[in-house]
């Protein structure tokens, strides 16, 4: 069974910072890329940011210049770290994991439950 965990969400007023974290644990091989999705008020769910094993990334329009997505690959864990926030900001962050069983699993997708972002304008 694999889990992931956010933390990190709160409110802050616009122009702050957070930083979100995000744990795997569980039994597996290994993982491939990482995101950090969020879903707006009344909206769908959105990609913010993700990272490939290698290290590679990339963002959303909204995102980019502002967030910062790392992961720590000994620690099973993603960051994003988010600057110059705005109230459009706002939502339930979702950290996404694509897991592998074994060397040639292609990877089975995991979501956390979320963490609450507010910006306050």
């Known amino acids: 069974q694999v889990q992931l965990v956010e933390s990190g969400g709160g409110e802050v007023q616009a122009g702050g910072s957070l930083r979100l974290s995000c744990l795997a644990s569980?039994?597996?091989?290994?993982?491939?890329?990482m995101a950090w999705y969020r879903q707006p008020p009344g909206m769908q769910r959105e990609l913010v940011a993700r990272i490939f094993s290698g290290g590679n990334m990339d963002y959303s329009e909204s995102a980019n210049g502002r967030f910062t997505i790392s992961r720590d690959n000994a620690k099973n864990t993603v960051y994003l770290q988010m600057n110059s926030l705005q109230f459009e900001d706002t939502g339930v962050y979702y950290c996404e994991a694509d897991v592998l069983q074994s060397y040639w699993d292609s990877g089975t997708m995991y979501w956390g439950r979320g963490t609450q972002v507010t910006v306050s304008s």
């Open positions: 569980g039994s597996f091989y290994g993982i491939d890329a």
